[in-house]
């Protein structure tokens, strides 16, 4: 049990480790492409930006040239109004000639023209990234050509800082995310197994406790949540089940110990009285007989009894034969015509010639029982009716109906038990009573058949259903025993 | 007739011996395999007894050893292993019959006598007798004291039993599985009132009496009645 609590520990730990891991690594791969895409905006956005301004300083020019050439100053405001709105962008202008139309305070953009990517820059128009003392630039180029005279080069200029710093700030957020949520599921899981794992523990102890002497204790409903109560209604189930049979089974231990002594207590009686006085030889001949009989029904017993524990143990092999079944009820019926004529009842074999595949032996001692037991309970003056048929073209089926009283539908069932007796003060009456019919049910069920009893007021029927070829295999009839 | 029998449960062996020395067998009892080995093969029996769980060779072994070394003696296998299985192993491997313990004696004998029988000519009746009965085979009549009996056909076949094995004691298991196929325990009581029937139809309004109840083992018919 300790191992055991100490294994389930460690389950829930290494199941916890894993939905951990998988969550972050989700998360992880989540947040990279999040970073990756807000960069991708951010660098949109700066070069968004530069185009924005290189664009109105292009009008802006424009405007100096030709509309408005008299104030520079005004130009110059107007430019210094523009870039106030933007953090950290520099602009420098020059013309045709070289000279400097307006430079920004900040890093001298004039060194950009040293880089050979310069004009490369100018030409494509695309934007670049500039290194300058510590700082990281995106810068754009433009030449503008107003005339032929009036050209212009403009060099714009963002800082990249703060762009970084954002993507490291929403970094930081998400491995903050990362963690929390990677633990959340940890606790949460660790916690979700710990619920579910107690009330098993719970059920576990409680089928622990049920042992061959408490097989009547059921698992009660209340202990475990709603979603194990058909866990725990299979569970009763499977244990009424197993009680039943031993139950039965422990009523033929005793049965068969009470089914011994009997006739060993008259063996004992007997000889001691016979060994108690001196009698005469006829008189001890008397004793050896009575003694016989009960030796041979003894001996019939445990032969019987063998016989049901090797069906039990499945140690029988039936020697599969063609045998019409028509033909073998005939031969039964002959074999127990002296006795039915002396009881004044009739036999009536009604039906198709049925052809199975099967052991002769066995269906002859199935067949036998069934009759035999018939013959005990029919009434002077009544017929006893069997009839054959085919039910499909696997499966044929026979009935012994023989009329009498009828019998109760709860011992039905138990009617093919050992030794069971509908009326329990009934005497031993001839030898094997009781066992008969437990034989024939096992030998129906080695041949892969089934069997079972009907009752009313007119008659006791007893049904046999077999299959053709004894390979046949029918899941339903598996599920059954 | 000769006779071994191999067993090695003392006491089992030492009834076999009386039973079938008082049935009129020389009889030799070994309790182990080797000494039995030795004996069948030094020695003629016309049948061998044979147990098959003994405790130094089995006697399926034996049974094969033999039939290599060519005797021709009858080999009846006795077990307490009564399954279909084993009674095939031991008949394939060359025994004559088997049988499962707990067994009757009467039911032994019985077959005992039916194995030494096989060795004999087989004549060839038309007509089967016992004191003023007769029994015509081919036309299926019977007559007692120059009476037609009308038999149904069980009977017949019953009484034919019993007169080919006159004076011999028939056990009810032995008839029912040779008259009616019955070739397991069955409830012999049925045996009872099929003879009960028959001696009501050739015994009970003639003299003397044929069929006769031998307590405990089972029927004879006996043309010299004993009471």
Known sequence: MKNNSHYNLFFSIRLATLICTITSIILFILSYFIERSFENYTIKQNIAELDAVINTMQSELYARDYLDSSNNNRFEQNFSLILASHYRLFVYIEDKAGHVIFNTKGPDLLITKQHPEFYQLMATGKTGIWEHKNHSYRIAVAKISLTDDNQYTIIAAIGREQQSHYVSHLHEGLTILIIITSMISFVWTMAAIYLTQKPIERLTTRIQSVTSKHLNERIPLSIVPAKFIGIVHAFNDMLARIEDVFQRQRNFTADIAHEIRTPITNLVTQTQIALSNARTTDEYREVLYSNLEEYERLSKMITDMLFLAQADNKQLTPELVDINLKAMFTMIFDYFEPVIEDNNISFDLEGEDLIIEGDRLMLTRAIYNLISNAIRYTPSGQTITVSLKHLNKNLIQFIVANPGKKIAPEHLPKLFDRFYRVDKSRQRNGEGAGIGLAIVKSIIETLKGKICAESDELSTRIIVTLPIKNDYQNEDDKLRY | ?227
């Open chain 2, 1 to 227: 007739m000769k006779l071994l029998v191999v067993e090695d449960e003392p006491k089992t062996g030492e009834y076999l011996r009386q039973g079938l020395v008082e049935s009129g067998y020389v009889v030799d009892l070994t309790k182990n395999g080797l000494d039995g080995y030795h004996k069948a093969m030094t020695e003629d029996y016309d049948l061998i007894i044979l147990d098959i769980m003994l405790p130094d060779i089995s006697g399926w072994k034996m049974v094969q050893s033999l039939r290599e070394a060519g005797k021709k003696s009858q080999i009846l296998l006795l077990s307490a292993m009564g399954s279909i299985d084993d009674k095939v192993k031991g008949l394939n491997l060359g025994a004559d019959d088997y049988m499962v313990k707990p067994f009757s004696f009467a039911e032994l004998l019985a077959r005992i006598r039916s194995l030494l029988r096989r060795n004999m000519p087989q004549q060839n009746q038309n007509q089967l007798s016992a004191a003023d009965l007769v029994m015509d085979l081919p036309k299926r009549t019977v007559t007692r004291a120059g009476k037609r009996i009308d038999l149904t056909n069980k009977e017949f076949l019953l009484l034919e039993y019993f007169l080919r094995y006159q004076n011999e004691v028939l056990p009810r298991s032995l008839i029912a599985s040779q008259v009616w196929d019955m070739n397991f325990d069955s409830d012999t009581n049925v045996i009872d009132v099929a003879i009960r029937r028959l001696r009501n139809k050739i015994d009970v309004d003639f003299e003397p009496k044929l069929i006769h109840t031998v307590r405990g083992m089972g029927y004879k018919l006996d043309a010299i009645d004993e009471e």
